[in-house]
């Protein structure tokens, strides 16, 4: 789990901005972090980035939804350095949905107190996932207000399904994290789902919800490995023809090398990321040139014929 959290603007004229934050031990942000992010989001165009300064690292996203159009807010995670960014991915998606739907700009302290009933629920929802007798204690707690409420066969049926399903969906779960682990996606996806049909079925509807969710994104992984497969082989290849058609080629390059940044930083690859940012830059940079070399070549053919 994250280490921090925190909500912020970038104002068009003023940069980067913290209007709130949470962390849950002594950190801060740094303004070269803050830049960093300015730059993945607004002149790369990515809704969420990744960054690192000084051991610290930081996954930042978004938030988009029709009531915060144009604001430009974003919410940004600090992470520790061993936790993995795409498996956590889910979960984060969880609480931006959250606090999307709850926030108050206006009122600072209602932020910050958001973020910190977030980072608590989430933690609770981990804690759910990773012991069986926390989910057992909740569909205790489930059947009693039925038994309340005189629901005397839906609360027997619950008391059947808690005997078994806690312990089969911690099992299934934990199946599916080692799949996810050994880069079979597929069967991870299929066991991420099988989990949350179980979890259905003890009306867990926040399980459910991430689960379904976390399927969903790693089911994405298997194409976006091959698209970045064959994006480079398209680069190759084009790379290859300069001798036949010279240097507007360049051109061509550009999109397929922008396609390969973004799954980069889909996986939290920085060193790639980094030095595709590179190649990017040079092959503008070429395209330039190229450009004004062809204006060139016009004009003076154009001269030559008039010789």
């Given at each position: ?32 972090i803050l830049e960093k992010l300015n ?163 003890i009306q867990e509807e926040e399980i ?80 330039k040139l190229a450009q004004e070399l ?14």
């Amino acid at each position: 789990m994250p280490q921090g959290i925190f909500i912020y603007e970038i104002a068009p004229e003023f940069g980067p901005n913290v209007l709130a934050k949470y962390f849950l031990s002594d950190l801060k942000i740094d303004k070269e972090i803050l830049e960093k992010l300015n730059e993945k989001h607004i002149e790369k165009n990515l809704v969420d980035a990744t960054t690192e300064q000084n051991g610290t690292r930081v996954y930042s996203s978004k938030l988009e939804s029709e009531s915060l159009e144009d604001k430009n807010l974003y919410l940004g995670f600090i992470l520790r350095e061993d936790e993995d960014l795409v498996s956590l991915k889910s979960i984060f998606e969880n609480m931006e949905q959250n606090i999307v739907e709850n926030i108050e700009l206006d009122d600072k302290k209602q932020m910050e107190t958001l973020l910190k009933d977030t980072v608590n629920s989430i933690l609770s929802l981990m804690d759910k996932l990773k012991e069986p007798s926390i989910i057992q204690e909740t569909i205790n707690e489930k059947t009693k207000i039925l038994l309340d409420e005189g629901k005397l066969q839906e609360a027997r049926e619950l008391i059947d399904l808690g005997e078994e399903i806690p312990g089969e969906l911690s099992e299934t779960i934990k199946e599916a994290d080692e799949y996810y682990q050994k880069e079979d996606y597929k069967k991870a996806k299929k066991r991420f789902l099988k989990a949350a049909e179980l979890a259905e079925e003890i009306q867990e509807e926040e399980i459910v919800r991430f689960l379904k969710n976390k399927a969903e994104k790693v089911g994405t992984f298997p194409d976006l490995i091959d698209e970045g497969e064959d994006l480079e082989d398209n680069v190759k290849d084009i790379f290859d023809d300069f001798e036949k058609n010279q240097l507007r080629l360049y051109d061509k390059l550009i999109e397929p090398v922008e396609r390969l940044i973004e799954i980069a930083n889909t996986f939290e690859e920085n060193e790639k990321y980094e030095f595709l940012m590179d190649l990017l830059r040079n092959i503008k940079k070429a395209s330039k040139l190229a450009q004004e070399l062809y204006d060139l070549d016009e004009v003076i053919a154009d001269r030559m014929k008039k010789l």
